[in-house]
C-alpha cells in the first residue's frame, strides 16, 4: 500500500531524513520507534505532504504522492493525526469532526458524513456526550480521540498517527491502543510513530527503528522487542550492571 | 511444500522493496559498529547514506576470507558479546579459523531459513530427521537440527562417527531424512550394504547434502543406493550457516533466501559485477544478520545466479549448483578442471568404486595427473559386470575427450579412498606446490 523510497527531507537547508525507505502492505500495523529528533515527524509530515521532500519516492497505492499538496494526499485515503493532536480549539467537537470529513463533504454534500459521524460516535461514546463542547475543554485523552475521530472523517485507507500517546496517562494509552487494533480489524491500515516503544510494538505487526534521520533495524515487532539495542534504548529493560 | 509463503513467493517488486530496506539499515548498522566496516567505507570514499538502490552495492568495497581471519576472534562483531547467544567457527584447516557470532534474532532466523531448505523436500512434523554432520564448533550441525526442530519434525542429533552406527539409528530410529555431506552418505550406504540391510528395511525417503560440491553423478548413485530423492542445499558459516539457498522438487538450481541475503556474481579476476547467467565468483550480503553481518562476501565459490521463474512457485532466485571452489580449481598447462567433474566421469562407470583421490606431480618440468580409484565393489552393482573392459581406461579415454586432460589411472586398494574421513574428504593432493 505504502511505498517509500530514499526518502530525504528537512527544514529549509537543514535534511533531517537521509534516505528512509520503508513500506507499509494492507491490513498492517506498522511502527516506527526512535528517540526525540530522530525524524519520526518529519517522515510522517512528509509523507502527508505538509512538508515537501527534497529526494526520493513515496507510491501509495502504486501512485506517487511525494510531490503532492497535502490535500491531494488526503483526497486519495492517506491521513495523518497529527503529533499534539492540534484539533481546532475554539470550535466544538462537532465541529472539529465535521471539518475532518470536509473533502468528501465538498464531493458528496453534508448527508455523506452522516455514516461516518456514527461510527465516531461508536468508537468514542465520550466525544458524543460532548459534541457542542469546546475542544479547548476536553482532556488530553478527549483531545487525542477527537483528533483520531476526526481524521477517520476522512476515511482513510492509511492512517498515520504520530505520537498518540504522548502526555497521556497509562489507562488513556491503552484505550487508544484498543481503538487502533479495532481500527485495523474493521480494514484500516496503520502507521504508528511513536517513542513509546512497548505500546506500539505491543500492537504491530512490524516496525522500524530510526536513529538520526535513518533507518537502523527492520523486522517484525517480536524481533525488534528481542533486539538488545532497542531493549536498552527504547524499552528501558531493567539495568542489572552499570556497564549495561 | 513451500513454507513461507509471503517470502518465497513475493514480486520482484515488493522483494526489491524489502532487499533495499535491509540493505540501508544494515549498511547503517555496521558503519556504526563495525571498525572494519567503517574503515573500510572510507577507505574507499563511501558512506552508508550513498546506497540509494540495490544497484549501488557494488560501490561497497568487498570482504575476503583473509579479512575475517584478521578480526580473530570478535573484531568483526556488530553487537556487544553480551547480545551473543551463539557462537560456531569454521575448521581452520586452511589458516586461523573465522569465528562467528550469532543473536537471539539470528537464530530465529537461521532456523527459518533451513526450515524452507527442509520443506522443500517435503519434510513436516511427521519426519525423523537424522543430522549426521559433526555436531560443534562447525555449523552445519546445529544448523540443520534448528531448521528441522522449527519444522517439528522428530531430531536425531546423530553427529558424524561410527558408520555403522549411522545405519543401525537410521533402520530402529525409522529416520526418514538424512542430512550430511554427500560422500558421507556415500560411506553411510556403503555400510549398510556390508551389514546387509537393504533399503526395504529403511524408512528413508530423502537426503539433504551439502557442505561440499558434488556432481549430478553422485546424486544418482545416491538416490539409488539409498532410495531415497537427494536434494542440495548451500551455505557457509561466514555469512550463516547452512540455509543460504536450497534445491526445490524441480532440482533445477538452488533458490536463494533473497529476504535474508543479496546474491552477487563478479568476474574474480577484475571485480566486477556480471550479469544473471554468467559464472563467476558468488558474492554474498546478508541484510538480516545483527550479529555478524557480512558485506559482499567474496566466498570464493563458482556459479551464476538466474531470476527465471520456477515451475514450483516460488520466485526466489536461482543459484547453480556449485562446480567447485576457485581454489579447487586444478590447472594443467593450459587447462582448468574441477575435481567435479572427474567425479562426473567416474561415478558413470560402473567398473569403479565412486571414490577417487587426484595426486598432481611435476616431472620434467611437465605437470601430471594421477587419479586413484577404486574398482567397484563385485557384490554391489545391478546388474553389470565389474569384469567387462578395462574401466580404468574407459576412464582415462573420457578424461582425455571431455576434458581434455590425459591422467594417468593407478588402481587403490578397495576401502582405502573411501573410509578415510567422516567428513570432507581431501580431494586433491598437489606434490608441484614447494
Known amino acids: 500500500m505504502l511505498r517509500v523510497r530514499n526518502l530525504r527531507a528537512g527544514y529549509g537547508n537543514v535534511e533531517v531524513l537521509h534516505g528512509v525507505s520503508l513500506h507499509v502492505d494492507e491490513g498492517e500495523i506498522v511502527t516506527i520507534v526512535g528517540a526525540n529528533g530522530a525524524g519520526k515527524s518529519t517522515l510522517l509530515s512528509s509523507l502527508a505532504g505538509i512538508v515537501a521532500p527534497m529526494a526520493g519516492i513515496a507510491l501509495f497505492d502504486g501512485a506517487r504522492i511525494n510531490a503532492l499538496p497535502a490535500e491531494a494526499v488526503v483526497a486519495r485515503g492517506c491521513v495523518l493525526v497529527p503529533e499534539g493532536r492540534q484539533i481546532f480549539a475554539d470550535l466544538t467537537v462537532a465541529e472539529n469532526l465535521l471539518l475532518g470529513g470536509y473533502l468528501r463533504c465538498r464531493r458528496g454534500g453534508r448527508r455523506a458524513l452522516d455514516q461516518d459521524l456514527q461510527r465516531v460516535g461508536e468508537l468514542f461514546p465520550i466525544l458524543e456526550h460532548r459534541d457542542t463542547q469546546q475542544a479547548g475543554t476536553l482532556s488530553g485523552g478527549e483531545q487525542q480521540m477527537l483528533a483520531l475521530g476526526r481524521a477517520l472523517m476522512a476515511r482513510p485507507a492509511l492512517l498515520m498517527l504520530d505520537e498518540p500517546s504522548i502526555g497521556l496517562a ?15 480489524r474493521e480494514g484500516t491500515t496503520i502507521l504508528l510513530v511513536e517513542q513509546n516503544a512497548r505500546a506500539a510494538l505491543s500492537i504491530s505487526d512490524r516496525g522500524y527503528v530510526m536513529e538520526t534521520g535513518r533507518i537502523m533495524l527492520e523486522g517484525t515487532a517480536q524481533e525488534l522487542s528481542a533486539n538488545h539495542d532497542v531493549r536498552r534504548s527504547y524499552l528501558g529493560r531493567e539495568y542489572r550492571r552499570i556497564e549495561e | 511444500m513451500i513454507w513461507n509463503q509471503k517470502y518465497e ?8 522493496q524489502v532487499q533495499l530496506e535491509r540493505l540501508q539499515a544494515t549498511l547503517h548498522r555496521t558503519e556504526r559498529n563495525v571498525a572494519f566496516y567503517r574503515q573500510s567505507f572510507s577507505g574507499h570514499g563511501v558512506k552508508s547514506d550513498d546506497i540509494r538502490d540495490l544497484a549501488d552495492l557494488r560501490r561497497i568495497p568487498f570482504t575476503a576470507k583473509d579479512d575475517l581471519r584478521k578480526s580473530y576472534p570478535y573484531d568483526m562483531f556488530a553487537v556487544p558479546l553480551r547480545d551473543i547467544v551463539r557462537i560456531q567457527s569454521t575448521s581452520g584447516t586452511t589458516g586461523t579459523p573465522v569465528v562467528v557470532g550469532y543473536t537471539r534474532n539470528d537464530l530465529r532466523t537461521w532456523a527459518e531459513c533451513v526450515a524452507r531448505v527442509l520443506a522443500a523436500g517435503g519434510m513436516t512434523e511427521h519426519d525423523v530427521v537424522q543430522v549426521a554432520f559433526t555436531y560443534g564448533l562447525f555449523s552445519g550441525g546445529f544448523g540443520l537440527h534448528a531448521g528441522a526442530e522449527r519444522i517439528g519434525a522428530s531430531v536425531i542429533p546423530a553427529s558424524t562417527g561410527s558408520l555403522e552406527k549411522q545405519v543401525r539409528i537410521m533402520k530402529d530410529f525409522k529416520t526418514t531424512a538424512l542430512a550430511c555431506t554427500p560422500n558421507y552418505a556415500l560411506a553411510i550406504a556403503s555400510a549398510a550394504r556390508d551389514m546387509g540391510i537393504s533399503n526395504g528395511e529403511l524408512a528413508l525417503r530423502a537426503g539433504y547434502f551439502g557442505a561440499e560440491p558434488w556432481s549430478e553423478g553422485l546424486r544418482s548413485l545416491l538416490e539409488q543406493s539409498l532410495g531415497i530423492t537427494a536434494l542440495d542445499n ?33 568476474d574474480p579476476k577484475s571485480g566486477e559485477t556480471l550479469p544473471a547467467g554468467s559464472e563467476g565468483e558468488l558474492v554474498l550480503t546478508t541484510i538480516t544478520k545483527e550479529g555478524f553481518p557480512m558485506l559482499r562476501y567474496r566466498t570464493g565459490d563458482l556459479g551464476s545466479v538466474t531470476r527465471e521463474p520456477c515451475p514450483c512457485g516460488r520466485t526466489l532466485a536461482r543459484m547453480t549448483r556449485i562446480r567447485g571452489r576457485i581454489d579447487d580449481m586444478i590447472i594443467l598447462g593450459a587447462t582448468k578442471i574441477f575435481p567435479s567433474q572427474i567425479e562426473e566421469i567416474i561415478t558413470a562407470e560402473p567398473g569403479l568404486a565412486p571414490h577417487f583421490q587426484i595426486h598432481l606431480d611435476r616431472r620434467d618440468g611437465i605437470d601430471t595427473l594421477t587419479v586413484l580409484v577404486e574398482p567397484a565393489d563385485a557384490r554391489n552393482d545391478a546388474g553389470t559386470s565389474a569384469a567387462v573392459g578395462n574401466p580404468f581406461d574407459r576412464v582415462a579415454h573420457r578424461m582425455e575427450a571431455v576434458l581434455g586432460v590425459i591422467a594417468k589411472m593407478e588402481r587403490a586398494e578397495p576401502g582405502s579412498i573411501s573410509r578415510a574421513g567422516e567428513g570432507k574428504l581431501r580431494r586433491v593432493v598437489d606434490k608441484r606446490r614447494i
Open chain 1, 170 to 184: 497509562p489507562l488513556v494509552v491503552r484505550e487508544i491502543l484498543d481503538v487502533i487494533i479495532r481500527l485495523r
Open chain 2, 9 to 16: 513467493t513475493m514480486t520482484r517488486d515488493q522483494m526489491d
Open chain 2, 234 to 266: 548451500y551455505g557457509l558459516t561466514e555469512v550463516l550457516g547452512p540455509g543460504v539457498s536450497f534445491e526445490c522438487e524441480r532440482k533445477d538450481g538452488l533458490h536463494v533466501n533473497e529476504d535474508c541475503f543479496i546474491l552477487e556474481v563478479i
